[in-house]
């Protein structure tokens, strides 16, 4: 499990590099501001984007897979909508540290015992 881990750790590096870079080119063109996830996503892979939003909105979210809640859905457009504003390169920086602290960490307590 802790291998898991550290290979997400590493992959959110990657992506955390990329934001970083794309932040550098937005500073270099004069630009204020940084470089959202939602950006990343939407540059690299559009089509994903829109139809993990169908996914979501229509098979995931209680509020419009069942009708007897009568009420709007809330998973996508508040909760996975605020996360895709976030900063890329701070946001994958902070999950790179905790899921590799989370891999070695596994890999310490399984060493002791």
């Known amino acids: 499990m802790g291998r898991i881990f550290i290979t997400f750790g590493l992959i959110f590096f990657v992506i955390s590099i990329l ?3 794309l932040d550098v080119l937005l500073h270099i ?3 204020v501001g940084y470089t959202q ?3 990343i ?3 690299y892979a559009p089509n994903s984007l829109q139809i993990t939003e169908v996914i979501v909105s229509r098979y995931i979210d209680p509020c419009s897979s069942l009708e007897i809640f009568n009420c709007s859905g809330f998973v996508w457009h508040p909760i996975i909508s605020t996360f895709l504003i976030f900063p890329a390169g701070l946001t994958f920086g902070i999950l790179t540290i905790l899921f590799i602290y989370l ?3 596994k890999r310490r307590i399984n ?3």
């Open 111 to 113: 060493k002791i015992n």
């Open 29 to 31: 063109d004069g630009s």
């Open 41 to 43: 996503w939407y540059k």
């Open 19 to 21: 934001g970083i870079y």
């Open 37 to 39: 996830i939602g950006q």
């Open 103 to 105: 891999g070695t960490k």
